[in-house]
């Protein structure tokens, strides 16, 4: 098969693809979710690393859940970061939030109180703060003046009013919030977990799929190609890792290389690559005897060359079917591991996580806290055994 018929075959399977519907309405999807976990530092009300700034005031909020908070700046010289470092990393923790009662706060000498937030029948607590000490990273620097006030942060002087630092505190430091899925057990803000998790889920999926396909495609290259001994080699090898079930398998991996954000998803990418390494190793046995393999040899290319420009090309196809759903394996043995304390350790939120966290509450009252994460798990699966199933319908020859 000519490079170039097999470039009229491929952008006739992707033809038959694009005219299922249902695939497309799941590709979309995907696409969706994966700009929502791209951008999740910019659309999270909660934008910090790991969405952990607690609450506890407001712990346990149902969906829709109301109030006002004051973001009293922390006493330590926070530094905003730019476009891509937030992208990657969130904002820095740069303030302190305390849920109030009402936005009504009394000023006195420079001094603002207010009440917190509390229950019906509670006597809420009474808070009090300098204007500076809210607006600005400063403890006790504040000295007082008949009309302007002077205030050092660092060796340099700001001069501002008790009016000015007023108008700040109303304008960028008192807000109202709504907590579209509630709050948890800490009186952090669940949707800004739940988005910011998605990433977690996106990330394993193609980090571990990645690690598959380089592992997989090169062992199953080796032993369809050259054959013998070699081939024996790594069939038993790949025997052996396919008697092994995958949770367990990736559990123990979990406990040499530990737990944490990278382990996880190594250890993932190395249990999904005994499929790819058979289908690529079947593919290659049935086409390596063709004539233009044979032709490729005479022609004294290398095996390499061979290999790289007329064997993998063909067999990318049922590739790239395995991938769509390994990649839904991987977010479920995240979010199953997670779920079982070995994956993505908290604060850092993941979908498995947060639902082992809060799968209590499912019967009192609070089931949204668990069944959220897992409806996002279940659709975002879904979707890409829809997109495996169609893809595999699209490169059948035979339809």
């Given amino acids: 098969m000519t490079e170039k018929n097999h470039k009229s075959l491929f952008a006739h399977s992707l033809e038959k693809f694009f005219k299922d519907k249902v695939a497309v309405a799941a ?20 934008n910090t690393r790991e969405a952990n700034n607690q609450m506890i005031e407001i712990a346990l909020k149902k969906p829709g859940f109301k109030t006002y908070l004051l973001k009293k700046h922390k006493n330590i010289n926070c530094t905003e970061y730019g476009f891509f470092k937030k992208l990657l990393y969130g904002a820095p923790d740069c303030y302190e939030y305390y849920p109030l009662k009402s936005n009504k706060i009394e000023i ?65 430091n008192l807000v ?14 669940v949707f800004s977990r739940l988005l910011i998790g998605s990433r977690i889920s996106l990330a394993v999926g193609f980090i571990s799929v990645f690690i598959s396909l380089i592992i997989g495609i090169l062992l199953g290259s080796l032993a369809g190609y050259f054959g013998g001994f070699l081939d024996d080699i790594i069939m038993w090898f790949v025997n052996v890792m396919w008697s092994v079930p995958t949770l367990l398998l ?9 737990k944490g954000f990278w382990q996880i998803f190594i250890a993932v990418g190395l249990t999904m690559w005994v499929e790819v390494a058979r289908v690529v190793r079947g593919q290659i046995l049935s086409i390596k005897q063709k004539d ?48 079982l304390g070995v994956g993505i350790q908290p604060p850092m939120p993941s979908w498995g996580n947060i639902i082992k966290e809060n799968y209590g509450y499912l019967l009192v009252g609070l089931p949204h806290l668990s069944l959220a994460p897992g409806i996002a798990i279940m659709l975002l699966v879904l979707a890409f055994i829809i997109i495996g199933n169609s893809l595999r319908n699209a490169f059948d020859v035979r339809n």
Avoid: C, Q
């Fill in 292 to 339: 233009y393999i044979e032709a490729s040899k005479v022609l004294g290319y290398s095996h390499f060359r061979t290999i790289r420009k007329h064997i993998l090309p063909n067999v990318m196809a049922p590739v790239i079917v395995i991938s769509a759903s390994n990649f839904a394996s991987a977010i479920l043995i995240e979010a199953g591991l997670s779920f």
């Fill in 27 to 46: 590709l979309s999807f995907v696409a969706f979710v994966f700009l929502i976990g791209l951008f999740a530092y910019f659309i999270a009300f909660d």
């Fill in 176 to 189: 109202e919030h709504k907590f579209l899925l509630g709050t948890d057990r800490f009186g952090r803000d």
């Fill in 108 to 172: 006195s000498d420079g001094m603002l109180d207010a009440e917190l937030y509390a229950e019906k029948g509670e006597k809420p607590e009474t808070i009090e703060f300098s204007l500076a000490d809210i607006v600005y990273p400063v403890a006790k620097e504040w000295h007082e003046g008949n009309l302007v006030n002077i205030l050092t942060i660092n060796g340099d002087t700001i001069h501002t009013s008790i009016n000015e630092l007023l108008s700040k505190v109303v304008s960028n």
């Fill in 250 to 258: 990736v559990i123990a991996l979990t406990m040499v290389i530990g």
